[in-house]
């Protein structure tokens, strides 16, 4: 059984190789904004942790990418057919609660039908953390004993300013704040992400209206009690 890790330099996908047992990795240039970034960070990380990577040119998405960096409509669908040339196993990173049309355990479960239909053969896409949250992740590598400081060269931010400079004002920063300061780690970002104005504006109305999951719920209010912010809980 060959299988292949579709791996985004972030702080998923990092813990996700190690949970894995380190498998092949695949990164997809797809030539969208703050690229340079993500394509520097996986080549560091993959030459600092002996890692088989593959970086791939066969995806030019940028005729689809927005400057706001807003996510690319079914671009996970695109990387699993091109990975399911490769493997029979093809491990996307989706963590618990994730549910946008192209990333949730009942779309990868399409994906699996349909590549498997296609290919003649059994193709299974996957997620390892469908049962975790991103702070728990983060706490199952420090429990393992990985370091810390292999996991803050891995880059999460949609909208970066300049070289490795996580912004604070996009919904990648917030998560990724929010992973590491349950976890007791102090991100660096070019703003702090706790002051963002869309948490007034959208997060903490979203919340209390019961838009997001209580898991994510519960992980947001802990951070932001961090930095003396206690949003309303939840009706
Ligand atoms: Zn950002």
Redesign the pocket.
């Known amino acids: 059984m060959r299988e292949v890790l579709l791996f985004s330099a972030g702080l998923d996908s990092f813990p996700a190789w190690h949970y894995l047992g380190k498998p092949p990795a695949l990164y997809f240039d797809i030539r969208h904004y703050g690229r340079q970034q993500e394509i520097d960070t996986v080549q560091a990380l993959a030459s600092a942790h002996g890692m088989d990577l593959t970086i791939s040119n066969e995806l030019d998405l940028s005729a689809w990418a927005t400057p706001q960096?807003d996510l690319i409509p079914f671009r996970n669908v695109l990387f699993a057919m091109l990975a399911g040339f490769r493997a029979d196993v093809v491990w996307c990173v989706g963590v618990k609660g994730d549910h946008t049309a192209d990333k949730s355990p009942e779309a990868f479960i399409r994906m699996s039908e349909m590549l498997t239909a296609f290919a003649g053969r059994p193709i299974r896409v996957d997620s390892p953390f469908w049962n975790m949250t991103k702070s728990e992740i983060v706490a199952w590598y420090l429990e393992a004993g990985l370091p810390v400081n292999d996991l803050l060269q891995t880059f999460?931010?949609?909208?970066?300013?300049d070289a490795f400079a996580?912004?604070?004002?996009?919904?990648?920063?917030?998560r990724?704040w929010i992973a590491l300061t349950n976890n007791d780690i102090a991100g660096h970002?070019?703003s702090p992400?706790w002051t963002w104005d869309r948490i007034r504006a959208y997060y903490l109305p979203a919340m209390a209206s019961g838009g997001y999951p209580p898991h994510r719920v519960e992980e947001f209010r802990r951070a932001m009690a961090t930095v003396g912010v206690f949003p309303e809980p939840p009706r």
Do not use: K
Request: aromatic share 4%; charged share 15%; net charge positive.
């Open positions: 960096g999460s931010c949609a909208t970066p300013e996580h912004c604070g004002r996009c919904p990648s920063c917030l990724r970002f070019a992400p």
